[in-house]
């Protein structure tokens, strides 16, 4: 088992910055996925971003290219979605993901992922 809990969200305005923030719980294996999705209201969850954990390459989505990125701590056991120019339409829960022994191959399919974490509500006004 392995525990995600989310932190950092709250509210901006738009055009501002915000991190979140993914704790999860020691992981057995170096070669894992470490995913961020988000849902807003009325919407289908979607992906946002992923890192592979054997390599730190990073993986982010088409649409969120150039504002936002991901990056991880591993001594700390964190992996955090650094998010720069938010719109409303950001708005949504974000939710913290993990692939234990596993590649980011097809990163973008949550089907993929077997731990979630609770979720921690971004709010983007105008």
């Known amino acids: 088992q392995v525990d995600l809990v989310e932190s950092g969200g709250g509210s901006v305005q738009a055009g501002g910055s915000l991190t979140v923030t993914c704790k999860h719980s020691?992981?057995?294996?170096?070669?894992?996925?470490l995913a961020w999705f988000r849902q807003a209201p009325g919407k289908e969850r979607e992906e946002v971003a992923a890192?592979?954990?054997?390599?730190?390459?990073?993986y982010v989505a088409d649409s969120l290219k150039g504002r936002f990125t991901i990056s991880r701590d591993n001594a700390k056991n964190t992996v955090s979605l650094q998010m720069h120019s938010l719109k409303p339409e950001d708005t949504a829960v974000y939710y913290c993901?993990?692939?234990?022994?596993?590649?980011?191959?097809?990163?973008?399919?949550?089907?993929?992922?077997?731990?979630w974490g609770q979720g921690t509500q971004v709010t983007v006004s105008t």
């Open positions: 993901a993990a692939d234990i022994l596993a590649t980011c191959h097809n990163w973008s399919d949550e089907e993929k992922y077997r731990h």
């Open positions: 020691s992981l057995y294996s170096t070669s894992n996925c």
């Open positions: 890192i592979y954990t054997y390599t730190d390459e990073p």
